[in-house]
């Protein structure tokens, strides 16, 4: 059982470029989320899913795009990445069991320069 | 709006010690909490919950307070480990939602000196 699997772990972007943050889970989990962590700050929630099809924006969701076509894959996508996208990203998911308690991948490290 | 916060952003302890670790909320509608421990370079791992119906619950060496009259949340870790170290964060959210979304604290980094 891997969890929450995230990849890559570190990425460096030029402003402008664009990429996909991957995210799959194979504990069947309904919820699905994105978070970014500043330096020094807290977690904050870009996008969620309650099920494959269904997204939902959070906290801070411009610049960023997510699809969830199936239960298991929630991909973040940056479009036209600029510095202040600079943040290690985590995906995170929990089922109507686990209720509240989130699941954490291990992140990804992204640089914009 | 809702937010989550520290009274203090780190903290030193000696192995052996115990540790306390606070946490302020401002939602007052908020009802459920977790403390989440994060290694570095890794996410953060479930710790302990409560739900407001408790002021307090245990776990192995750890003991979350929760104290409704003054939004205030603390984490006991009884017998400070090196492995302990890590940086804690607080999150809140109303519970029986849709979305099981939690709002983290700034989180509060914890040194344990051997």
């Known amino acids: 059982n891997a969890g929450v699997t995230q990849t890559p772990k570190f990425r460096i972007l030029k402003i402008g470029q664009s990429m996909t943050l991957q995210c799959t889970q194979d504990m069947n989990h309904n919820y699905m989320y994105w978070y970014r962590q500043d330096p020094g700050m807290g977690l904050k929630l870009i996008y969620y899913s309650v099920g494959a099809g269904i997204t939902d924006k959070g906290e801070v969701p411009n610049g960023y795009n997510v699809s969830r076509s199936t239960t298991e894959d929630f991909p973040l996508r940056l479009e036209l990445a600029a510095p202040s996208q600079t943040s290690v990203y985590f995906c995170?998911?929990?089922?109507?069991?686990?209720?509240?308690?989130?699941?954490f991948g291990s992140g990804t490290q992204l640089s914009v320069l | 709006g809702e937010s989550v916060g520290l009274h203090l952003p780190t903290l030193s302890v000696q192995e052996g010690d115990n540790s306390i670790i606070n946490c302020a909320y401002s939602n007052s509608a908020s009802d459920y909490f977790i403390w989440y421990k994060q290694e570095s370079g890794k996410g953060p791992q479930f710790i302990i919950d409560i739900r407001s119906n408790m002021d307090k619950r245990q776990g192995q060496r750890v003991t979350v307070l929760l104290n409704k009259t003054v939004k205030h949340l603390s984490l006991q870790i009884a017998a400070t480990q090196p492995g302990d170290s890590a940086v804690y964060f607080c999150?809140?959210?109303?519970?029986?939602?849709?979305?099981?979304?939690?709002?983290f604290g700034k989180g509060t980094l914890l040194t344990v000196n051997p």
């Open positions: 995170a998911s929990s089922s109507r069991d686990s209720g509240e308690k989130l699941f």
């Open positions: 999150a809140e959210t109303i519970s029986g939602g849709s979305n099981y979304k939690l709002t």
